[in-house]
């Protein structure tokens, strides 16, 4: 009879290359090519969203190799929360890894609306909430059964995504007017830049979830460089050229507003592709089907990431242990899996999509800001730790990441007020839960 150790019940599987990571990388945030972004036009027009989205890639340069050099440093699951705990103690470190589960954790429920909205375009009489709860069963399952099958099927998906982005450019791009991008292009003044930048967030929101499967990387303190780098690299070309291309055929309010009824719109990509072709035309056909392979991107790969989050948290008894087992048959999480997914269809039945968006991005928001401070304390306290990868330009890095990140943070509390008492209730409630029963020392 086989017994297996508590180090082999919470050890997990080394599965993956560069090429897995940068197929990760990528496919987590993909559907923000697809959907989301173009909200941000309404609020700062063509150049308002611009400026927003310019210093968001700056932020997400800085941030993503500050924190590869903690990837790399300290290969653990937990990501942000490991970095955090380890830099700045066990408060700190259970505020960082908290705003890393609410973000991966309400950013799934979101994309399952919008993957029960692209199906029922060619399949009306389907419900739309059904469809969102049977994607949660079907991935959730394809993340228990292995993470070789599920970064697999990812590294398919996302190749199949990024192409269609490529599609979509390489028929509007032709018709692309500059002119185009002046019309309203800064209607809302200065204030419509700092009224953007959420949207321009959800353009590379959740990317550093390719830390979260450092410890089921091979040799990561070489190939999660590699993996963070080329992801990152490629999602900063697919921005430009996806704003780029959609805005110039017909000016920002063309994919924001399809009709006059004021409702913004969920697909800025076919509403810009029929003003080129027409919606009965087989390239506008292609663009919508292609456009449910981005969301299922990274309905996967957040679900993926989101595991291994919540796995870590019960590893380290800041959850409850069993959340913290690793399934003995498949070795992946599998409780903290079916956890996840518990609380995302409760969310998802909510039907409040664009608030649980909002949620989410406060929950990254607080991840990068306290996982930079993490990064400049592990500097001072520790500065003989071993580490593979230094972040180039250091403090400025981490300092410039740490300053956007806060003034965004600051933005999204101004223009999202409610919401964000409902975020830091989340947080204050659940860190007095830790306080109080866990950690009372």
């Known amino acids: 009879m086989n017994h297996t150790s508590p180090v082999q019940d919470s050890q997990l599987k080394k599965t993956l290359g560069p090429f897995m990571l940068w197929g990760l990388g990528v496919g987590y945030v993909i559907s923000g090519n697809y959907f989301g972004w173009n909200l941000g036009l309404a609020e700062g027009g063509t150049w308002g969203a611009a400026i927003a989205i310019f210093f968001i890639i700056i932020m997400y340069i800085t941030f993503t190799f500050s924190y590869t050099e903690m990837a790399c440093a300290i290969p653990k699951a937990g990501g942000a929360f490991s970095y955090a705990e380890r830099g700045l103690g066990k408060h700190l470190g259970f505020l960082a890894g908290m705003s890393q589960n609410i973000e991966f954790i309400f950013a799934p429920p979101a994309i399952a609306s919008a993957i029960g909205a692209y199906f029922g375009i060619f399949f009306p009489e389907w419900n739309i909430l059904y469809i969102g709860i049977a994607a949660y069963l079907i991935f959730t399952g394809l993340n228990v059964v292995g993470l070789e099958v599920a970064a697999t099927f990812e590294l398919f998906i996302t190749i199949v ?8 450019a390489g028929v509007t791009l032709p018709e692309f007017k500059f002119e185009n991008l002046q019309i309203q292009g800064f209607h809302q003044g200065y204030a419509g830049i700092v009224a953007a930048i959420p949207f321009a967030i ?10 979260n499967v450092a410890e089921e990387t091979i040799n990561p303190q070489k190939n999660i460089l590699k993996g963070f780098g080329f992801a990152l690299l490629t999602l900063v070309i697919l921005c430009i050229l996806t704003f780029a291309s959609a805005v110039g055929v017909g000016g920002w309010e063309a994919i924001v507003y399809p009709d006059d009824s004021g409702i913004a719109s969920d697909s800025p990509l076919p509403l810009a592709m029929s003003m080129v072709v027409g919606e009965g035309h087989w390239n506008y056909q292609i663009l919508t089907f292609i456009a449910l392979f981005g969301l299922v991107a990274s309905f996967n790969g957040i679900i993926l990431a989101a595991g291994r989050t919540t796995f870590e948290f019960g590893r380290v008894g800041y959850a409850p242990p069993a ?14 899996l079916l956890f996840n997914m518990l609380i995302g269809i409760i969310a998802l039945l909510t039907g409040k999509t664009g608030e649980i968006i909002t949620i989410a991005v406060f929950g990254a928001l607080g991840l990068y800001i306290l996982s930079m401070i993490a990064c400049l304390k592990l500097r001072k306290n520790e500065p ?11 403090p400025l890095f981490p300092v410039v990441a740490l300053i956007i990140a806060s003034i965004s943070m600051i933005a999204m509390v101004i223009y999202n007020f409610n919401l964000a ?9 659940s860190y007095l839960f830790f306080k109080l029963f ?4």
């Open 161 to 168: 995504a990024v192409l269609g982005l490529l599609f979509f």
């Open 202 to 211: 959800w353009f590379f929101l959740a990317i550093e979830g390719v830390a």
């Open 421 to 429: 008492l409902i975020f830091f209730a989340m947080l204050l409630g």
């Open 438 to 441: 866990i950690h009372k020392a």
């Open 384 to 394: 003989d730790l071993y580490r593979p990868f230094k972040v180039p330009f250091y």
């Open 323 to 336: 959340i913290g087992k690793v399934n003995k048959r498949f070795k992946t999480p599998g409780n903290a």
